[in-house]
């Protein structure tokens, strides 16, 4: 059956040679893989390898077959035309980040279009800023609402917040409770939007600490969650 849909590219595997296999994250059924055939040989001439750059955002028409594991895709266009994504360094380290985290954590044969809506619109934000240094960690903050276990906001006054329940705690419970600046940073970042996120001034060393935090709350509520490879290159980018 041809069907039409959108799809942001999560990953890409090169398969024998000159075909890949693409993980996408679709607006109807959540995650899909697909089978692209010769897309890799050049001497076709319309290759359209090109398209499938790590988070694109496309449409596509695809054959779909549910008793299918690797899907088929007919024809591609461009969903959002990236002006800076793919070619500014410091934004191409980000998408190479949060690819392999996206990867990770997206994993449901099935519809989630909040989640879908997301990461449509603030990969469109990040694209057009010249600001962004921040944006990673609100992304992935603001990702857990998504996943299930946004922090509960009841009492952020309190002096901890527990990494292994997301509660805010009047007194040290676990290794897992956290204070000082990064309680500081997660109580700023629960409070702003991705317009006001310039307005939060960290140096690289306390925007490190407070990934490696988010990271951390990402494995214990994700049981498969591992850090990312890319992890070290990142950090490396953005010292």
């Known amino acids: 059956m041809l069907n039409k849909s959108k799809v942001i590219v999560l990953s890409k595997l090169k398969y024998r040679d000159n075909d890949l296999i693409v993980k996408c994250f679709t607006l109807h059924r959540g995650v899909v893989s697909y089978l692209l055939r010769g897309v890799l040989n050049t001497k076709k001439g319309s290759s359209k390898a090109a398209y499938y750059q790590l988070l694109s955002q ?8 549910q008793t299918q594991s690797l899907q088929y895709i007919k024809d591609v266009r ?7 994504l793919h070619t500014n360094l410091f934004k191409g380290s980000i998408v190479m980040f949060l690819s392999e ?27 057009t800023k010249d600001e962004f240094s921040n ?6 903050l603001n990702l857990t609402k998504h996943l299930g276990f946004y922090p509960d906001i009841s009492d952020t006054n309190q002096l901890y917040f527990n990494l292994n329940n997301g509660l805010f705690e009047s007194k040290k419970e676990d290794v ?14 629960l409070g702003t939007n991705f317009d006001a996120l310039d307005g939060i001034k960290l140096s690289s060393k306390q925007r490190q600490s407070f990934l490696a935090m988010l990271l951390l709350y990402f494995e214990l509520h994700l049981g498969s969650f591992r850090k ?12």
């Not at 496309?58 to 077959?65: P, V």
């Not at 944006?135 to 992935?140: E, G, K, R, T, V």
């Not at 990312?228 to 010292?239: G, M, R, T």
Request: no cysteine.
């Open 58 to 65: 496309l449409e596509i028409e695809e054959n779909y077959r």
């Open 78 to 84: 461009l969903d959002y035309n990236y002006t800076t």
């Open 101 to 127: 985290v996206l990867s990770s954590v997206l994993r449901e044969e099935e519809e989630n279009q909040p989640l879908y809506h997301y990461l449509e619109t603030t990969l469109r934000w990040l694209d």
């Open 135 to 140: 944006f990673h960690l609100l992304f992935l």
């Open 176 to 189: 897992y409770s956290i204070s000082g600046e990064n309680l500081t940073i997660l109580k700023q970042l």
């Open 228 to 239: 990312p490879k890319s992890l070290k290159i990142f950090n490396q980018i953005f010292n």
